[in-house]
């Protein structure tokens, strides 16, 4: 249950309103199908505010050529049709009205999720917008586990973004992928995030995910700061002495966790937004995550997948995992990969 008082203070990770305006460029890796492209009307949306540049990536099928505008002509149909498909995808970004910096890729075969990361290295993207899966002839492969592989070695964060359907592309006369019409000018001009819970469990590395909130928030925004902590479970009948005193502890736990939310919140306050501190009693804090985001109508949730205590545990496969299949919301998540190398 941990030490009465809840999680011990220690200094928070600091960070300015400057310093939080870190999404500069932008890397949606699309996979030729309507269900990807979902993620790049909100690329657009935080791109247009921060006057970033933004990164589309495809992967070229197996056996194929590949390069960008300017590659090589050994060039099969593949890579040809995948080259046309962006090209049509960029005119649709510049005919929402985006005036930023675009650039395309079509990068190398193989490992779908470390092929998206490395390219992410390559245009020194500061944020990866995709949403959880995807299906269509070009790239079968694009499906959860990608976004999941994605996470697992990204040195960035990562918004992912679940549409509410899921469809195969549209094919053309000669079987080439079209892009299917829709208006991305909204998101050019529309709103950010209004409401988020952000998940901490008491360690540093879960709060690294406090400084890449800002940029995503429209001003005035309601930020709750979540965290679970285990319930009392005492043993033999109420009201003997023992029961007593473990309910007390936990109490004393509730508080401290408290206070802790809220010394972790104070940057974010000094920025305009207002800051609710929450704890829940749970031994299952996926479920309670999901279950709080329903009952305060979030529209974006991020944590860190850092384990408690600052222990480096990947939570994909638990907590991270329930949330990330369970959300019907954005979620933002990064992995703190201090001390792993």
Request: aromatic fraction near 4%; hydrophobic fraction near 40%; glycine fraction near 12%.
């Amino acid at each position: 249950m941990g030490p009465p008082g809840g999680p011990r203070l220690v200094p928070p990770i600091p960070f300015s309103r400057e310093e939080s305006a870190v999404y500069q460029r932008i890397l949606v890796p699309l996979g030729g199908s309507r269900f990807a492209e979902e993620a790049i009307p909100l690329a657009l949306s935080i791109l247009s505010r921060s006057g970033g540049s933004l990164s589309l990536a495809t992967v070229a099928a197996l056996g194929s050529g590949y390069g960008g505008r300017e590659g090589g002509s050994a060039r099969d149909d593949g890579v040809v049709q995948a080259e046309r498909y962006m090209t049509a995808v960029e005119e649709r970004v510049r005919a929402a009205g985006f005036e930023g910096e675009v650039e395309w890729s079509v990068i190398p075969p193989g490992n779908i999720a470390a092929s998206v990361v490395r390219h992410g290295r390559e245009v020194d993207a500061d944020l990866i917008v995709m949403t959880t899966h995807g299906r269509g002839p070009m790239r079968r492969a694009w499906l959860g586990s990608v976004a999941d592989g994605v996470i697992r070695t990204s040195p960035f964060p990562v918004l992912l973004v679940r549409p509410p359907f899921d469809e195969e592309p549209t094919g053309g006369d000669n079987g080439e992928i079209t892009v299917p019409a829709s208006d991305w000018g909204e998101a050019v001009a529309g709103p950010l995030f209004r409401n988020v819970l952000a998940t901490l469990d008491g360690s540093q590395r879960s709060e690294v995910i406090l400084p890449l909130i800002p940029p995503l928030l429209e001003e005035g925004s309601t930020v709750t700061l979540f965290q679970t902590v285990p319930p009392a479970a005492p043993g033999g009948y109420p009201y003997l002495p023992h029961s007593i005193r473990e309910e007390k502890e936990q109490k004393e736990v509730m508080e401290g966790t408290r206070e802790y939310l809220k010394s972790r919140g104070s940057d974010l306050v000094a920025a305009g937004h207002e800051v609710e501190a929450v704890v829940g009693s749970s031994m299952h804090p996926g479920v309670a995550i999901l279950k709080k985001v329903r009952e305060s109508g979030c529209d974006l949730i991020a944590m860190s997948t850092s384990g408690r205590g600052g222990v480096a545990r990947l939570l994909l496969g638990s907590t991270a995992d329930k949330v990330i299949r369970g959300s019907g919301v954005p979620v933002l998540i990064h992995r703190d990969r201090r001390g792993e190398d």
